[in-house]
């Protein structure tokens, strides 16, 4: 090294990012932050599965795949954390309250054999993430036997470990398993902001309400927001990096 050279500075701090969300704006700092995808999974979004079995429309959910693959590849792209989660339960249903077996009159029950496997058991391919939005090596996969992300999983550790206090939740379904996994973590101290048309409901009055129940009351759990502003919140780093690649 000589005299003529810069002096060598440490990478310069990313600034906190900010998200036009309701109720009012939504700032992270991408290092902190996770993307959520909670049971993006073919028991939930395809035919044939738990979702089905319980008496819903399937199709209702499709629509929030592709917004969420351009917010997975814009995150993946940032360097941003990304976890997904499964619901699901051991092949012995020992993780499986009987409260949750025999509630609601199924056509098929959780472990019945069915067209894509098992109904909602780990390791069935029914039960699995869909191809769109498959892990890539690095991102954590929680498995859950409840709906929220936190209740008997290491998901609190994970987030801890990590260093993460902010949340990007998006998933499946926006009354169930998000909003148990925002209350969840609203408690915990995480803030929480949720894409609206990155989660779904089968039922589109509960879609609307669901959203509006975050929101409310000066963002009770959270932020809402459309994934195209958060994507434009992350351009500078998604698409720095997509430049230098
Ligand atoms: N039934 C329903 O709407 N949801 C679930 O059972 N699990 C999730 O939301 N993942």
Not at 42 to 70: H, M
Not at 136 to 149: H, L, M, N, Y
Request: aromatic share 6%.
């Amino acid at each position: 090294m000589s005299e003529f050279d810069p002096i060598p500075t440490d990478p310069a701090p990313i600034e906190p990012l900010t998200v036009g969300a309701r109720p009012y704006d939504f700032t992270f700092d991408p290092a902190s932050t996770a993307l959520v995808l909670i049971d993006m999974q073919r028991d939930f979004l395809e035919p044939g599965g738990f979702g089905e079995s319980l008496g819903n429309d399937v199709t209702q959910l499709r629509g929030t795949i592709e917004p969420l693959r351009a917010v997975l590849a814009a995150a993946r792209a940032a360097g941003l954390t990304v976890i997904h989660t499964r619901e699901g339960h051991l092949p012995d249903l020992s993780d499986l309250p009987p409260a949750k077996l025999h509630r609601g009159n199924a056509t098929l029950k959780i472990g019945d054999p069915g067209p894509k496997g098992r109904i909602l058991i780990r390791g069935e391919y029914g039960q699995d993430i869909i191809d769109e939005l498959a892990p890539v090596e690095g991102e954590t996969v929680i498995d859950k036997p409840g709906k929220g992300a936190f209740y008997a999983t290491a998901f609190g550790d994970v987030l801890a470990e990590k260093g993460i206090t902010s949340l990007i939740v998006t998933g499946v379904t926006t009354e169930v398993c998000v909003h148990t996994t925002v209350r969840e973590a609203n408690d915990r101290g995480y803030e929480c902001l949720v894409l609206s048309d990155c989660v779904g409901s089968y039922f589109p009055d509960f879609q609307r309400v669901a959203l509006e129940m975050v929101a409310a009351q000066g963002g009770i759990f959270g932020w809402v927001a459309p994934s195209t502003e958060f994507l434009t919140a992350l351009a500078p780093l998604s698409t720095a990096a997509a430049t230098a690649s």
